[in-house]
T-cell receptor, first 119, second 114 residues
Framework: DTAVSQTPKYLVTQMGNDKSIKCEQN?????MYWYKQDSKKFLKIMFS???????INETVPNRFSPKSPDKAHLNLHINSLELGDSAVYFC??????????????????FGPGTRLTVL | AQSVSQHNHHVILSEAASLELGCNYS??????LFWYVQYPGQHLQLLLK??????LVKGIKGFEAEFIKSKFSFNLRKPSVQWSDTAEYFC????????????FGRGTSLIVHP
């Protein structure tokens, strides 16, 4: 009964490859997110989708493309991987959009993370 | 831009010691405050949160945090830690009146020796 799941948990790949990370939530939440945690442990938001619609797109290279086939899934595709993409990527969900009053106190429910290593 | 500072990056304690982890934020308006915990090999989960009302908030597993508006702080405390509290602790802030996108601190790694 995992709430937010991600696959794979570990991903080791060569520079220049294209890879995808999948995320699914079974909480019935409207909003999903992708975060990147760098080597200094800073968690930074990358994207957010609300009901399959992109609502947050931080300054992220366009090699990163999120896709939300339905509101329970948010996948992250990365083209032409670079060394600097090595990080832990966390998927999360929340009940309401962060742009609404319902977003007050919007608790984030996180997945287990995907550790991406680019060689 | 809003920022969240966690000054203690690594904390090592013995069991039964008292814990206080610092969190300061830079935004001057109304804020919502969170502490998340990440146990080894597990996902981040919410420990406690503050929206309004009593500035002393109690969370799970005996943790509490106090919001001191004048100091822009939301420090996490536990009177007596256990080995099982070994984890990464993240402070996060959202601000009212704008988007409620959380800004996270860089985390504090807590190791509790038995």
């Amino acid at each position: 009964d995992t709430a937010v799941s991600q696959t794979p948990k570990y991903l080791v790949t060569q520079m220049g490859n294209d890879k995808s990370i999948k995320c699914e939530q079974n909480l019935g939440h409207d909003t999903m997110y992708w975060y990147k945690q760098d080597s200094k442990k800073f968690l930074k938001i990358m994207f957010s989708y609300n009901n399959k619609e992109l609502i947050i797109n931080e300054t992220v290279p366009n090699r990163f493309s999120p896709k939300s086939p339905d509101k329970a899934h948010l996948n992250l595709h990365i083209n032409s991987l670079e060394l600097g993409d090595s990080a832990v990527y966390f998927c999360a969900s929340s009940q309401a959009s962060p742009y609404t009053e319902r977003g007050v106190g919007n608790e984030q429910f996180f997945g287990p993370g995907t550790r991406l290593t680019v060689l | 831009a809003q920022s969240v500072s966690q000054h203690n990056h690594h904390v090592i304690l013995s069991e039964a010691a008292s814990l206080e982890l610092g969190c300061n934020y830079s935004y001057g308006g109304t804020v919502n405050l969170f502490w998340y915990v990440q146990y080894p090999g597990q996902h981040l989960q919410l420990l406690l949160k503050y929206f309004s009302g009593d500035p002393l908030v109690k969370g799970i597993k005996g943790f509490e945090a106090e919001f001191i508006k004048s100091k822009f702080s939301f420090n996490l405390r536990k009177p007596s830690v256990q080995w099982s509290d070994t984890a990464e602790y993240f402070c996060a802030v959202t601000r009212s009146g704008g988007s409620y996108i959380p800004t996270f601190g860089r985390g504090t790694s807590l190791i509790v020796h038995p």
